[in-house]
């Protein structure tokens, strides 16, 4: 069997080093080249990535997608805190490369984000957000508490109060959603356990990226198909 040759951005990072050990885990992927910062690419290797995985920061995006873009290659990328700057850089490039970029690439997150259309039927409640991440965590509120708060407004037609951000200890994320009336209150909780869980959703994303056209995609799409 051909392995899918994953290049990895950011290999020396908290995730990437637990997207290679994913990979090494899993008998169709091959962990071709670990990138890590200030390394100078390697112009032939890099050409024969099928895929590339990058949990970095928002300034490294520029670069890595001009790498890709120049072999036609495919990008996951999972960094948070995004601007507007780098959000029209994922839909520049997705018209020449697949490109899937989420903010949680959890398959229990994705479902979560599909379930808030639900809330449609209760969008006189009042709502709230809250998440908790570990105190090395830059951003605030983590980037899936706005994917959760973009899907929910849309959901329920109005604009919200922000996300509550919580920073302590080694929480690898929690993400809660409070729709109350006078009578009742409705809780969904996303808990993540460990790092694989993003690690094991992101090769998974990568292995459907690489046999996917140019175009900006989610995790969702993976689980629910593009136009689902
Ligand atoms: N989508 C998801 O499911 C998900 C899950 C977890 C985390 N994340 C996000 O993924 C990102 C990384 O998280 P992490 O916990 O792995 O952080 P981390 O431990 O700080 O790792 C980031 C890695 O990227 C490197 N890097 C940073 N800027 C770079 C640049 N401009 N060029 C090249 N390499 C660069 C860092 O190198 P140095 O050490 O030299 O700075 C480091 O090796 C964050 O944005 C985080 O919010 C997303």
Redesign the pocket.
Known sequence: MKKLKVGV????????KEIIAVIEQNPACDAFYPL??NDKIDAKRAAQVDVWID???P??LS?VLKMAAKNKTAVVC????FSSKEKALLQKYSKQIPLLW?????LGVAVLNEALKALSAISHFDFQVEEIHHN????KP???AITIQENLEKAVGKKLPEALAIRGGGVF?VHKIFAMSDEEVLTFEHSALN?TV?AK??VQAAQWLSKQKPGLYNIRDVLFGKNA
């Open positions: 951005v950011g290999a020396g990072g908290r995730m990437g890590l910062r949990f970095t920061s300034d490294a670069d999972g960094t948070t805190g989420s903010s949680n690439m959890s090395r965590k830059k951003d983590s980037g899936t994320g790092r993003f959703g992101a």
